[in-house]
C-alpha cells in the first residue's frame, strides 16, 4: 500500500500569529514531521503577510484579470491566477491528496476536486448568521456547498459542526470524517500561579471584533458585577486585535496578544478563562483552558460539547455570565481544589483529544482517498 504525498494547503502559516489556523498547522505539521510523514505545505499568502519561514512553498493571492469587482469575479480572478503560480509546485511535487483547510483555497484545484480532502474550519457555517446573508456571504457559501459536496474527502472536528453542514449547506454532501482536534499535554501547565494580591484572574482570549467570540458580552458581564465581586477578580484580555479605547481604564489587564511560553504563562496565571462564542466548529482555546488546569465558563451545544464538562455550560448572554462569575468567585476555594488535584485537565486527558489522534485521522483519511483514486484509475 503506497504512502499518498500530500500537499497541506493553507490560508495561516505557523507562523502567522494572529489566528487559530495557524496555530492547528503548527500542531499537525511538528507531529507529520515526527513522522517522517510525506507532505509538504502550501502558503497561499491572501493578506500581504511577510514571507514564511515555515511553509515549503508560498504563493501570493492577486487578481491578475480586469474583472469587474463582484464577490464571484474576485473569488474566480483569484483561483485562475493563483492556480497559474501554483502549477509549477504541483508539477514539482506530484501530489497524491491536496489537503485544503479554508473554503476559498478549495477553487484553485476545483478541476480535481477528486484529490482535495477538505477540512472544516469555519465558525460561519452555512447562512444561518444574519450578518453571512450579504453578497459576499452568498459566494463563502457557495464555496462552502462546493468544499462540502464536492471534495474526495471531508473533515469535520466536532458532531455540531456535522450537524450544521447538513442543516445549512448540504444533507447530500460528502460523508464527513468527524474526530476531535489534538493537542500535546506537555505544552500546558499543570500548576497555577497565584495572583500576587490573591485576586481571582478571569481571562478572555480571542479576537475582540468577532462577533463568534462575542467579547462584548465578557466586558459587558465584567462590568455588571456588584463591587464586592468585581474587587476579588483582576479580568484579562489576551487577543490580536487593536485594543478598545477605555479597557485599561475599566479595569482590565493583560491587553495582548500572546504565544509560545508567553501564553503558557497567562494560561497558568489565569483561574477561570471565559470563552462566550455564539458559534465554534471546535473552539481550541476551551481546550488548552481545561489543559493548564483553568474553569471554563463556556457555551453548551455547540463545538465543544466535543470535550466540555456539563459543569462548564453557561449561555453566552451577559446577564448569564455574571451570575455564574458571581456563583464562581463566591466558592472559588472549590475551584482551587480541583484545580490542585489536576481535575480539569482530566477531564481533557484522553487519547482521542492527543495530536497524535489526531494526525492518525488525517492520514487514514489520506490513505483511504488516495486508494480509492488509485481504483478509479485501474478500472478505466
Not at 24 to 33: A, D, I, T, V
Not at 96 to 114: A, C, G, K, Q
Not at 218 to 244: C, N, Q, T, W
Not at 255 to 265: C, D, N, T, Y
Request: glycine fraction near 6%.
Amino acid at each position: 500500500m503506497k504512502t499518498p504525498r500530500v500537499l497541506i494547503v493553507t490560508t495561516e502559516a505557523p507562523d502567522v500569529l494572529s489566528g487559530g489556523l495557524g496555530f492547528f498547522n503548527r500542531c499537525l505539521w511538528q507531529e507529520l514531521k515526527k513522522r517522517n510523514y510525506p507532505f509538504r505545505s502550501l502558503y497561499l499568502n491572501n493578506l500581504g503577510t511577510k514571507p514564511s519561514s515555515l511553509a515549503d512553498y508560498e504563493v501570493a493571492v492577486e487578481e491578475g484579470l480586469p474583472f469587474d469587482s463582484t464577490p464571484e469575479s474576485i473569488a474566480i480572478n483569484k483561483a485562475w491566477t493563483t492556480r497559474q503560480r501554483l502549477q509549477p509546485i504541483l508539477d514539482e511535487y506530484k501530489p497524491d491528496i491536496i489537503s485544503v483547510h479554508e473554503n476559498w483555497s478549495v477553487m484553485p484545484f476545483y478541476f480535481e476536486l477528486s484529490k482535495v480532502q477538505f477540512t472544516l474550519h469555519a465558525s460561519y457555517i452555512g447562512m444561518q448568521h444574519y450578518l453571512t446573508r450579504t453578497q459576499a456571504g452568498l459566494q463563502y457559501y457557495w464555496e462552502q456547498r462546493v468544499a462540502t459536496r464536492q471534495t474526495g474527502a471531508v473533515v469535520m472536528h466536532s458532531d455540531w459542526a456535522r450537524q450544521m453542514v447538513h442543516d445549512h449547506i448540504a444533507a447530500d454532501g460528502v460523508p464527513p470524517a468527524i474526530f476531535p482536534i489534538g493537542l500535546d499535554p506537555a505544552e500546558y501547565p499543570v500548576e497555577k500561579q497565584p495572583h500576587p494580591d490573591g485576586k481571582i484572574v478571569v481571562s478572555f482570549f480571542g479576537r475582540f471584533g468577532d462577533v463568534v467570540k462575542n467579547f462584548k458580552s465578557f466586558r459587558k458581564a465584567i462590568l455588571m458585577l456588584p463591587p464586592e465581586i468585581r474587587s476579588r477578580i483582576e479580568p484579562r484580555v489576551y487577543g490580536p486585535d487593536i485594543i478598545h479605547d477605555g479597557l485599561a481604564e475599566e479595569g482590565f489587564r493583560g491587553l495582548s496578544f500572546v504565544q509560545g511560553e508567553a501564553k503558557k504563562q497567562a494560561f497558568a496565571q489565569t483561574d477561570i478563562v471565559v470563552m462566550p462564542s455564539t458559534h465554534e466548529s471546535f473552539g481550541i482555546v476551551g481546550l488548552e483552558a481545561l489543559l493548564s488546569n483553568c474553569a471554563l465558563i463556556a457555551t453548551p451545544g455547540i463545538g465543544m460539547d466535543t470535550y466540555m464538562p456539563k459543569e462548564c455550560a453557561c449561555n453566552p448572554d451577559p446577564m448569564s455570565i455574571k451570575n455564574r462569575l458571581i456563583h464562581d468567585v463566591q466558592n472559588f476555594e472549590k475551584i482551587r481544589q480541583k484545580q490542585i488535584a489536576s481535575e480539569y485537565r482530566s477531564f481533557v486527558t484522553r487519547p482521542e483529544l492527543n495530536i497524535k489522534n489526531m494526525a492518525d485521522g488525517y492520514i487514514k483519511v489520506w490513505q483511504a482517498l488516495a486508494d480509492k483514486n488509485a481504483a478509479v484509475i485501474t478500472k478505466k
